[in-house]
């Protein structure tokens, strides 16, 4: 049973481009959760996805956005990067239908670099 | 806002030792508490999970206690090993946000000297 996975593992990118990660949850999950752990920092939650519209999220600028797919596979956008953007970017999967009492399992992120 | 606060930052003990590490947070309307451990560069591994009506959950040798009133967690890790050596996170998600949306503290780093 595969957990979730993310892609890509690594990536550096200059200030002012745009960047896409990608999440996909562990098998049975249907909803996914972004979050941004920049260095010697717990996570910090950016938003929520389910049923393919982003139900909650934290204190993240508009700059990141999101999208959820019929398959639960979700991606985060971050446009008009900022050198303050890079940190771990970890996704987290659980099932709605336990929404209030459900495990979260995280990927092993993505760590984003920009220069 | 909830707030979550763990300490030490960091902590060092010999193989063998009995630890304790600590959380705390300041808003008690919690759902529930899980605590993760993080290897260097990694994502976050769940070791327990804790929902708002239970005082404790036990795995191996960890055992991980929730006073919800005073806004308190500890997690016991007995018998220490070095593998143990990383990061543990504490955080907890609200009633009023649901469970997927997690707040956490800034974790212990833990180091077990062989």
């Known amino acids: 049973d595969a957990g979730v996975t993310q892609s890509p593992t690594h990536l550096i990118k200059t200030r002012g481009q745009q960047v896409t990660l990608r999440c996909s949850p562990k098998s049975g999950h249907d909803t996914v959760s972004w979050y941004q752990q920049a260095l010697g920092q717990g996570p910090q939650f950016i938003f929520q996805y389910y049923e393919e519209e982003e139900r909650q999220r934290g204190n993240f600028p508009d700059r990141f956005s999101g999208h959820q797919f019929p398959n639960y596979s979700s991606e985060l956008n971050v446009n008009a990067l900022l050198l303050g953007d890079s940190a771990l970017y970890l996704c987290?999967?659980?099932?709605?239908?336990?929404?209030?009492?459900?495990?979260?399992?995280f990927g092993p992120g993505t760590r984003l670099t920009v220069t | 806002k909830q707030e979550v606060t763990q300490i030490p930052a960091a902590l060092s003990v010999p193989e063998g030792e009995n630890l304790v590490l600590n959380c705390s947070f300041t808003d008690s309307a919690i759902y529930n508490l899980q605590w993760f451990r993080q290897d260097p560069g990694k994502g976050l591994t769940s070791l327990l999970l804790?929902?708002?009506?239970?005082r404790e959950q036990t795995s191996g040798r960890l055992n991980a206690s929730l006073d919800k009133s005073s806004g308190r967690s500890t997690l016991y890790i007995a018998a220490s090993q070095p593998g143990d050596s990383a990061t543990y996170l504490c955080a907890v998600s609200n009633a009023q946000t649901g469970a997927n949306n997690l707040f956490f503290g800034t974790g212990t780093r833990l180091t077990v000297i062989p």
């Open positions: 804790i929902q708002s009506s239970q």
């Open positions: 987290a999967s659980s099932s709605i239908r336990r929404l209030w009492g459900d495990e979260q399992y």
